[in-house]
């Protein structure tokens, strides 16, 4: 799961306490990262909401995920998720239909055709 921090998630830890360079050495996160998610400008990973719920409720008193509720909002299942189309084999697939190369050219037989420079 994908968290974006509470509008309110520098007073709640506040309120409670812990100072953001605190938390993030208490809950190991780095604390320029924490400071991004504070703002609004980052979201977290799961595993990183955890944490930091985990040392805010150690400090407010309550369990692990009324701090998460309290925190932070669900944005996303998983990180990088698209929705666009891919053919059989898993390449992304152009508006066109025909997929997307990744730059390198191959000979119609599937090995890589390679340019020799001064021959």
Known sequence: MIYQAAEDFAILLERAGLTQAET?????????????????RRNVSGASAARIASVYAARAGLTQADALAQLFVAVRE??????????????????GGEAETTGSSQTAGGERATARKGT
């Open 24 to 40: 993030a050495a208490q809950a190991q996160v780095n604390r320029h990262n924490l400071a991004h998610v504070a703002a609004g």
């Open 78 to 95: 998983r990180k990088n998720t698209t929705d666009r189309p891919r053919d059989a084999s898993g390449r992304f697939v152009k508006a």
